[in-house]
Each structure stands twice: as structure tokens, then as C-alpha cells.
């Protein structure tokens, strides 16, 4: 199960977007909240749109609900954001693979919740990606993950939570083995991919992965 969850975040190269939503043919469609403002601009009819609902467009509401997209409002006045309320619901509908759009830009405390929001569904053993025009932001814990691109692609690698170890880095033009990335240092920013594909290992650790387009 593979959903798509657009948020209110920027999104500046809507035909591209649209073509990446198209391309993967997710199972569900969710909007948190104002998202629904950018897939109504991609003429993209989406399953759920979910949140307080006060960052939507009144004629994108009546719109979308003349199509009987599924609406599930929240109180302004909550605990969780707009985002979180569109992870839960993908978890509900038993997501194995959950790709977030238009979380980058904007606010800065919104992209770092949003980047942070990674770890958060990754412990609910869903596999996060996000995903924008000029970048893909992968997490990976305690684990070895494969990335996909294209040879040349710039590769970053960023500890959270602390000190990140056992890295292993293949298929990059700085390659590593068991090596230890401290938290407070930018070790992993820039590297290069040397194939189509890398291999990424952290024995022990969270680490942001960004993939620059």
C-alpha cells in the first residue's frame, strides 16, 4: 500500500509534481489540509483531505466535495499538526510506503518538523520519502538502504538523535566503512554518486539521506 500524502508547503513546478504523482500510482490520495490547494491547481482529485480545514479555499471545499472526496475535520485547537492527522490516517489504511509533497519551503520550523516527521513514520515501520522538485529526503535507522538516481546525483547524509555509526557508503565518490558521523558535524554533505544506485548502512543511528535532482 503506497500513499501519497501533499501537504501546504511549496511547491513551485506544478506540471512536475503532477507527472511524479502520476508516475507512482499511489493507492490513496490524502491532502493535509491546505495541500488540497495545490493538487486542485494539478487537477488532481485526491481520496481524503483531513485537518482544520482553514487553509483551504472556500470553492475548493465545495469543489472537492461536489467529486465526494472524504473530508475529516479537526479542531483548530489541537495536539497534533494538520500532518500528523494525515500519518495516522495513512497508517489506518495500512501504508507500507509514504511519499510527502510539498513539505519543504516555506516556514523553516514547518521543514523541520516536516524533515523531522521522517523518524516519526519510520518507527511505525511505514518507509517515508519526500519528495520536491529539486530534492528526495530519505531516513534511514539502524539499517542499510538503496538509493536510486542517477550516476553524478548528489548525495547528502545528515545524523539526527545523536552521533550516527557504523556508516557504510558504497557506489559514492567518497566512499566509507564503519565509519562514525558525528551529530554536530557536516561530514556527509555532498557527496557523489558514481552509479545508478548507492548503498547507505548505519548500524547504529538515524540519518537524514537527501538526494539533490
Known amino acids: 500500500m503506497k500513499i501519497c500524502i501533499i ?3 511549496e ?3 506544478y ?3 503532477k507527472s511524479i504523482i502520476c508516475k507512482n500510482n499511489y493507492d490513496y490520495i490524502i491532502c493535509s489540509d491546505g495541500g488540497a490547494n495545490h493538487t486542485y491547481k494539478m487537477n488532481i482529485v485526491p481520496d481524503y483531505i483531513i485537518g482544520d480545514l482553514d487553509s483551504i479555499e472556500e470553492n475548493i471545499i465545495k469543489y472537492y466535495k461536489s467529486k465526494n472526496v472524504k473530508f475529516d475535520k479537526f479542531p483548530t485547537k489541537k495536539d497534533e499538526t494538520d500532518t500528523e492527522l494525515s500519518i495516522w490516517l495513512a497508517n489506518k489504511l495500512n501504508a507500507k510506503k509514504v511519499d510527502l509533497i510539498g513539505a519543504l519551503g516555506g516556514r523553516i520550523d514547518h521543514t523541520i518538523a516536516n524533515i523531522n516527521l521522517l523518524y516519526y513514520i519510520r518507527n511505525k515501520n511505514i518507509i517515508p520519502k519526500i519528495i520536491s522538485e ?3 529526503v530519505y531516513i534511514a535507522i539502524d ?3 538503496i538509493i536510486d538516481g ?3 546525483d548528489t548525495i547528502s547524509i545528515i545524523p539526527i538523535k545523536g552521533d550516527a555509526k557504523g556508516i557504510t557508503l558504497k557506489n559514492l565518490e567518497y566512499p566509507l566503512e564503519n565509519g562514525i558521523m558525528d551529530f554536530s ?11 545508478s544506485s548507492c548503498n547507505i548502512k548505519v548500524n547504529e543511528g538515524s540519518i ?3 538526494k539533490n535532482i
Request: proline share 3%.
Open 7 to 9: 501537504l501546504n508547503g
Open 11 to 13: 511547491i513551485k513546478d
Open 15 to 17: 506540471k512536475y509534481i
Open 134 to 136: 529539486k530534492e528526495e
Open 143 to 145: 539499517e542499510e538502504i
Open 150 to 152: 542517477n550516476k553524478g
Open 185 to 195: 558535524r557536516p561530514l556527509g554533505i555532498s557527496n557523489i554518486m558514481t552509479k
Open 208 to 210: 537524514i539521506i537527501i
